[in-house]
């Protein structure tokens, strides 16, 4: 070998040399864990898809997310599923809905944390869109039918709205309506909420991996007049990553304070893409399909489940992710402060 010799491994020598030159860090304060919210008291609905995941009513989940808090947690979303849906979602603007109230509680009881709620119209709908269905005769031939993007804008506005009113701390349209970021944001700051941040689920593909998440928030999307049984007239389509970067500029243009990439680990370019090209926070979730994976592979013994996770999440934060969204926040926390709730 020629001298000098490149020796990587000599920095490798130890955990405390490998530790000193380390680039990248996960924290607990860096994960946010999404929990489904229920109407009821003392109900844990496990989520068969998804192990380890339940539907709490408030009572529940302001003591789950007691127990996360002290692992180490710091932030929560929220998905609420109603006690009436219809085919506008109107339970999704209820002052003293599933999520409104679940707000309140914890904010009530955990004032230090940060409480996102999701805003999306899929789980307050009967047909399971994130969006208001066009009526079937606006359809003649060339005619798209289909979820009316502009009639779902004020909306989501009101439920953005009602959210921030009981309190919550940052609001994530996950619909993927075009224009939604600047009808939120101004319906906000018309309501006096103007800092109220919005996390805008800026590049959401509509991919495979979703699936135990619509169990877990019952919330697929049904086929009808005009409409198909999936999301990819909305959501992005997995093979596209210049357009996740217009999709992006788009939201931070309308006024996005934080912009997330969804799925994570399959869509790592593009939240590395995202980091490079935008200066905001980035987002990444970990989605529940992601999620089901891993825990399977654990149940059957063929992997080592906390080694996995934690690498996971340490990597969506190399790839460029200042938070990672992951249902095992609350667990990796845990890993991560030795705390065990
Ligand atoms: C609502 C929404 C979805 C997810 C987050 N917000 C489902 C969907 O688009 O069908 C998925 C999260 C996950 O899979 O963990 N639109």
Not at 100 to 119: I, N, S
Not at 247 to 269: I, N, Q, R, S, T
Request: charged letters at 25%.
């Amino acid at each position: 070998m020629a001298f000098p010799q490149e020796r990587p491994r000599r920095l490798r020598r130890s955990e405390a040399l490998r530790s000193l030159v380390r680039e990248t860090l996960l924290a607990p304060d860096d994960l946010t864990w999404p929990l489904f919210v229920v109407p009821g008291a003392r109900v844990r609905n496990p989520v068969k898809s998804m192990p380890g995941v339940f539907q709490l009513s408030v009572d529940e989940l302001t003591a789950e997310a007691q127990r996360a808090w002290e692992c180490g947690v710091r932030s929560v979303i929220l998905f609420g599923i109603p006690e009436t849906k219809d085919a506008i979602g109107s339970s999704a603007w209820d002052d003293d809905g599933v999520v409104p109230r679940a707000v309140r509680a914890l904010k009530e009881k955990l004032p230090g944390l940060v409480v996102m709620t999701d805003v999306c119209m899929c789980e307050y709908t009967d047909h399971g869109h994130c969006g208001v269905l066009k009526p079937p005769r606006a359809g003649g031939p060339g005619q798209d039918l289909g979820v009316d993007n502009d009639a779902t804008l004020p909306l989501l506005a009101r439920e953005a709205v009602a959210h921030a009113k009981a309190g919550a701390d940052v609001v994530a349209p996950s619909d993927m309506m075009d224009g939604r970021v600047a009808a939120i944001r101004e319906a906000l700051d018309i309501a006096g909420y103007p800092d109220v941040p919005i996390l805008s689920y800026a590049a959401k593909f509509a991919g495979a991996f979703y699936g135990p998440f619509r169990d877990a928030a019952e919330s697929a999307p049904r086929e009808g007049p005009g409409v198909p049984k999936d999301r990819k007239g909305y959501q992005m389509d997995p093979a596209n990553a210049r357009e996740a970067r217009r999709e992006v500029a788009l939201d931070v243009a309308e006024g996005a304070d934080m912009v997330m990439v969804k799925p994570a680990v399959p869509y790592l370019d593009i939240v590395r893409m995202v980091k490079e090209e935008f200066d905001l926070p980035v987002a990444a979730y970990h989605v529940s399909g992601e999620y089901a994976m891993i825990k399977a592979a654990a149940e059957r013994g063929w992997i080592d489940e906390p080694r996995v996770v934690l690498e996971t999440l340490l990597c969506c934060r190399r790839a460029g992710a200042d938070l990672v969204l992951t249902y095992y926040a609350k667990e990796a926390a845990s890993l991560l402060t030795g705390v065990r709730r």
